[in-house]
């Protein structure tokens, strides 16, 4: 049954079209606004949140425009940056926000493992670049989905994740540099 078909049939108060649709999707958003919100409460949140709007207005989701996924991704997105516009009131959402002086990642990922030092580096890019990363990297969605779910063009998602990847190499740079040096066989005494 195509996510359509148990929508309306969802909507009609067939409980099990419904769990099918969430069991279908909950993991997708769930994940996204995890990695956009760093915090397992919110993301839960946000999760509920985008299920029980499309349960209620399910007039909002146009299966000619996107699929469900990219409609509950785009839902997710609009939740996670209202509370990130709210935790920076004092600062404009902007892509290209310098990242923390005070981030100093060797300190805060010694003896810690790679994905550790992934996840905080994805954490400190600017919203738009993160979502962009999140969504092309982890989500495996094309540019043309990730542009519907921001609403922007295929260019401005471009741009952002390659602002995004730029930012990851720098910040990585060290534990590659670290690991090369380590895989490499010593040459001194």
């Given at each position: 049954?195509?996510d359509?078909?148990?929508?309306?049939?969802?909507?009609?108060?067939?409980d099990?079209?419904?769990?099918v649709?969430?069991e279908?999707?909950?993991d997708?958003?769930?994940?996204?606004?995890?990695?956009?919100l760093q915090?397992?409460?919110?993301?839960?949140?946000?999760?509920?949140?985008?299920f029980?709007?499309?349960?209620?207005?399910?007039?909002r989701?146009?299966?000619?425009r996107?699929?469900?996924k990219?409609y509950l991704?785009?839902?997710?997105?609009n939740?996670?940056?209202?509370?990130?516009?709210?935790e920076?009131?004092?600062?404009?959402?902007?892509?290209?926000?310098p990242?923390?002086?005070?981030?100093?990642p060797?300190?805060?990922v010694?003896?810690?493992e790679?994905?550790?030092?992934?996840?905080?580096?994805?954490?400190v890019?600017?919203?738009?670049?993160?979502?962009?990363?999140i969504?092309?990297?982890?989500e495996?969605?094309?540019l043309?989905e990730?542009?519907?779910?921001v609403?922007?063009?295929?260019g401005?998602?471009?741009?952002?994740l390659h602002?995004?990847?730029?930012?990851?190499?720098q910040l990585?740079?060290?534990?590659?540099?670290q690991g090369?040096?380590?895989?490499?066989?010593?040459?001194?005494?």
């Amino acid at each position: 049954m195509t996510d359509g078909n148990l929508l309306q049939t969802a909507v009609h108060g067939d409980d099990a079209a419904f769990r099918v649709l969430y069991e279908r999707h909950r993991d997708a958003v769930f994940r996204f606004a995890y990695r956009m919100l760093q915090s397992v409460e919110l993301a839960e949140e946000i999760t509920h949140d985008c299920f029980l709007s499309l349960i209620k207005k399910p007039a909002r989701f146009d299966a000619s425009r996107a699929s469900l996924k990219t409609y509950l991704c785009a839902a997710a997105r609009n939740q996670a940056i209202k509370h990130l516009q709210r935790e920076m009131s004092h600062e404009e959402l902007n892509p290209d926000l310098p990242i923390s002086d005070h981030w100093n990642p060797l300190k805060q990922v010694i003896g810690a493992e790679l994905s550790t030092v992934v996840r905080n580096a994805i954490a400190v890019l600017p919203p738009l670049q993160r979502e962009a990363v999140i969504l092309f990297e982890y989500e495996d969605l094309s540019l043309a989905e990730i542009a519907l779910i921001v609403n922007a063009d295929v260019g401005t998602v471009k741009a952002r994740l390659h602002r995004g990847r730029e930012k990851l190499r720098q910040l990585l740079a060290p534990y590659v540099k670290q690991g090369a040096q380590t895989a490499s066989p010593s040459t001194g005494p």
